[in-house]
């Protein structure tokens, strides 16, 4: 195992600690519960998300104006715990009410479930949206249902432009759950992860294979075949995305290609121009876009390809500033 790491036992601390330290401007960290919170928490709708590390910038990096005001980040792959999420919970309560975003795995469901419980016992309202967005399997190694995987991120950005903008607890409940609505995924991966306290890669995959349909944490998916050219990994992903959601001719959308941590722009951006080319040929209008490694599997090699559906109201939030250490724009 090479790592940029001095143990595995200290890695998530040492990291929120270069966090704290490289984005003063933008969130702080807190420790014991360890919780990233934006550095002007606003008087509005909070938005709290998390899971394990291993998938940055996902959650901490989407920290900040327009997007979420607090993160809880789990050991590597693993829940957070519901102290964490209640107290970040509270950290960014300001008498509007919090919405919890949390991606569709077993340990996540049941921990902000019982953080939010604790939090409504000392008064604070707290709404909740699952994400379940990846059209791979059905069920999966931590999961009940679609996993959630890339979607996260265009809520979070979505559902936090809302708030931004002063939309009520249930409106920005309902903005995200549109989005989860209305957005599907699957990914794919070249080679596998190493935890660094398991220290061996997460799985076997030879040389010749790829997995088509992984999770985001190395959890087997559809089927495993052997490497193909990026044109056709391409439809083997983006195929299952427009079937399962019901796409007319016409619509707008969002292309979403990305990273699992390994995969340099490079290869994502030959990856995107056959996943427009797909997309317009479906009859599919791509009027927005986002490539790069913004949910990610540690050094795992592969992406993912995001379609979300567009309507005004969403565009206009995608457009709407915001200012994280992962995302810009608009300001």
């Not at 997309?279 to 979300?308: D, F, H, P, Q, W």
Request: net charge negative.
């Amino acid at each position: 195992m090479k790592k940029l790491i001095n143990s595995p036992e200290n890695v998530v601390a040492e990291a929120l600690q270069g966090m704290a330290l490289a984005h003063a401007d933008l969130l702080k960290v807190h420790v014991d519960p360890n919780y990233i919170v934006r550095a002007d928490v606003q008087k509005k709708v909070g938005l709290v998300s998390g899971g394990g590390s291993g998938h940055e910038p996902l959650h901490g990096g989407f920290v900040g104006l327009g997007m979420l005001d607090a993160a809880c980040p789990g050991a590597v792959f693993t829940s957070p715990t519901p102290d964490q999420i209640e107290a970040a919970t509270k950290a960014v309560d300001a008498g509007q009410g919090v919405l919890h975003i949390v991606k569709n795995y077993t340990g996540d469901v049941m921990n902000f479930q019982l953080a939010a419980e604790l939090a409504q016992a000392d008064g604070v309202k707290v709404e909740s949206v699952v994400i379940d967005d990846d059209v791979a399997v059905k069920d999966s190694t931590w999961t009940a249902g679609r996993r959630g995987v890339a979607t996260t991120v265009l809520a979070e950005k979505i559902a936090g432009a809302a708030a931004e903008a002063g939309a009520s607890l249930i409106e920005t409940r309902d903005v995200c759950r549109k989005v989860n609505s209305l957005g599907r995924s699957m990914g794919v991966a070249l080679t596998s992860c190493t935890v660094p306290h398991a220290g061996k890669p997460t799985f076997d995959l030879p040389e010749d294979e790829i997995e088509l349909g992984v999770g985001i944490h190395g959890e087997p998916g559809r089927e495993r075949i052997k490497l193909r050219p990026a044109d056709e990994i391409a439809e083997l992903l983006l195929r299952p995305v427009i079937d399962d959601l019901p796409y007319k001719r016409g619509d707008e959308v969002l292309l979403f290609v990305n990273g699992l941590g390994g995969t340099p722009l490079i290869e994502l951006y030959v990856l995107y121009r056959k996943a427009a080319e797909i997309a317009e040929a479906a009859g599919l209008k791509v009027t927005r876009r986002l490539v790069g490694n913004y949910i990610t599997s540690l050094e795992m090699a592969g992406a993912s390809i995001t379609l979300l559906k567009l309507d005004p109201q969403l565009t206009k939030l995608w457009d709407a500033p915001v200012k994280t250490a992962a995302l810009c724009w608009g300001i």
